[in-house]
């Protein structure tokens, strides 16, 4: 069980506009940045989103990250056949148990 | 450019010991909080443990306290994750990562994996 909830899956067609949700609490994404991360198949993952909303250098701007309260969210808008992938929510976590928490993952398919 | 190349996984007995090694380039070795972060097959990322730039802090999850430690060589710029006592839950890929040491550096790069294998 993660500590950070995602929906196990999410699906859209090319062109569309999809959001997958991050649920924490007030130890982790209520005090502390979120980050997403992607993993294509049989690879690592790549940092996507840093700081809530910030994009890497070369990081599509169709990637956008936002935060709420104690729940985080990443929209891909143009969806392109390439985004197919598992997306991951992270963050750090002020308690003892762990120093940082992933959600458990969204498989992405693009229809 | 950032590499970070894992090395040390295996296939090893329930019970027995490893010792996973990442070797890094590209960057100030140094000056950066280092984690090891696993993939069990067809499941999610776990955080495992990380540790400060000089090595004076370490911190674990709570299933392998006692059984792994983290250690990194800033001289030869590497990192280390020694696991003993393994179990069958602790199969997985490894993953070397840069960061992860607050909520303001969280991990940024990643390496390719290491798979261990905890079987009889």
């Known amino acids: 069980q993660s500590v950070l909830t995602q929906p196990p899956s999410a699906s859209g067609t090319p062109g569309q506009r999809v959001t997958i949700s991050c649920s924490g609490s007030?130890?982790?994404?209520?005090?502390?940045?979120v980050y997403w991360y992607q993993q294509l198949p049989g690879t690592a993952p790549k940092l996507l989103i840093y700081?809530?909303?910030q994009r890497p250098s070369g990081v599509p701007d169709r990637f956008s990250g936002s935060k709420s309260g104690t729940s985080a969210s990443l929209a891909i808008s143009g969806l392109r056949s390439e985004d197919e992938a598992d997306y991951y929510c992270?963050?750090?976590?002020?308690?003892?148990?762990?120093?940082?928490?992933f959600g458990g993952g969204t498989k992405l398919t693009v229809l | 450019e950032v590499q970070l190349v894992e090395s040390g996984g295996g296939l090893v007995q329930p019970g027995g010991s490893l010792r996973l090694s990442c070797a890094a380039s590209?960057?100030?070795?140094?000056?950066?909080?280092m984690s090891w972060v696993r993939q069990a097959p067809g499941k999610g990322l776990e955080w495992v443990a990380n540790?400060?730039?000089?090595?004076?802090?370490?911190y674990y999850v709570d299933s392998v306290k006692g059984r792994f430690t983290i250690s990194r060589d800033n001289a030869k710029n590497s990192l280390y994750l020694q696991m003993n006592s393994l179990r069958a839950e602790d199969t997985a890929v490894y993953y070397c990562?840069?960061?992860?040491?607050?909520?303001?550096?969280?991990?940024?790069?990643w390496g390719q994996g290491t798979l261990v294998t905890v079987s009889s």
């Open positions: 590209g960057f100030t070795f140094s000056s950066y909080w």
């Open positions: 540790i400060k730039q000089d090595g004076s802090e370490k």
């Open positions: 700081r809530n909303n």
């Open positions: 992270a963050a750090w976590d002020d308690s003892l148990s762990a120093h940082v928490v």
């Open positions: 007030s130890s982790n994404i209520g005090s502390n940045y």
């Open positions: 990562a840069r960061g992860g040491g607050s909520g303001w550096y969280m991990i940024d790069y």
